[in-house]
T-cell receptor, first 113, second 114 residues
Framework: NAGVTQTPKFQVLKTGQSMTLQCAQD?????MYWYRQDPGMGLRLIYY???????DKGEVPNGYNVSRLNKREFSLRLESAAPSQTSVYFC????????????FGPGTRLTVL | GENVEQHPSTLSVQEGDSAVIKCTYS??????FPWYKQELGKGPQLIID?????GEKKDQRIAVTLNKTAKHFSLHITETQPEDSAVYFC?????????????FGAGTRLFVKA
């Protein structure tokens, strides 16, 4: 039982390049989330997926797209990376009821030059 | 918009002392208040949580208190140990149709000096 896994762990991009961050969970959770973590700003929600087949914008969705590929997998895509997207990205999942802890992946550290 | 303020941003204590981290929230609909611990190079991990129908909860050396009227909640760590050194995040969450809205505080970096 690996929990939430993310790939890659580190990535360096040039401005304008695109990439997809992958996330998978093996806990049969309904809901999945993408956050970015910046110094002094905590975790900010980019997009979430309440259940397979649905996605919704969070607090900071601009410049990102997501795909809920199936119940296990939720990917985050940067179509044209910008230096402002340099951050640490975390994927998380929850079981789906009202009160539920979020299980986080180990994070992807992305640098955009 | 809704926000969660967390203080202090940095806290340094001597081993064995207590540490207190305080948060305030603005969304009256918040009904679930988790605390996460993040160690270096890892994702946040839940350490304790409290729901809006409870005023206090304790788990060994960790306790959380909630004042819904004042929209305050706090984390208390007693008898601190070097392994408590980490970044701690408070959060406030409310049920939301089709998903869950969780707002995180900016984090507190706790140093426990041996």
């Amino acid at each position: 039982n690996a929990g939430v896994t993310q790939t890659p762990k580190f990535q360096v991009l040039k401005t304008g390049q695109s990439m997809t961050l992958q996330c998978a969970q093996d806990m049969n959770h309904n809901s999945m989330y993408w956050y970015r973590q910046d110094p002094g700003m905590g975790l900010r929600l980019i997009y979430y997926s309440a259940s397979e087949g649905t996605t919704d914008k969070g607090e900071v969705p601009n410049g990102y797209n997501v795909s809920r590929l199936n119940k296990r997998e939720f990917s985050l895509r940067l179509e044209s990376a910008a230096p402002s997207q340099t951050s640490v990205y975390f994927c998380a999942s929850t079981g789906g009821s009202t009160y539920n802890e979020q299980f986080f992946g180990p994070g992807t550290r992305l640098t955009v030059l | 918009g809704e926000n969660v303020e967390q203080h202090p941003s940095t806290l340094s204590v001597q081993e064995g002392d207590s540490a207190v981290i305080k948060c305030t929230y603005s969304d009256s609909a918040s009904n679930y208040f988790p605390w996460y611990k993040q160690e270096l190079g890892k994702g946040p991990q839940l350490i304790i949580d409290i729901r809006s129908n409870v005023g206090e909860k304790k788990d060994q050396r960790i306790a959380v208190t909630l004042n819904k009227t004042a929209k305050h909640f706090s984390l208390h760590i007693t008898e601190t140990q070097p392994e408590d050194s980490a970044v701690y995040f408070c959060a406030a969450s409310s049920g939301h149709t089709g998903g869950f809205k969780t707002i995180f505080g900016a984090g507190t970096r706790l140093f426990v000096k041996a």
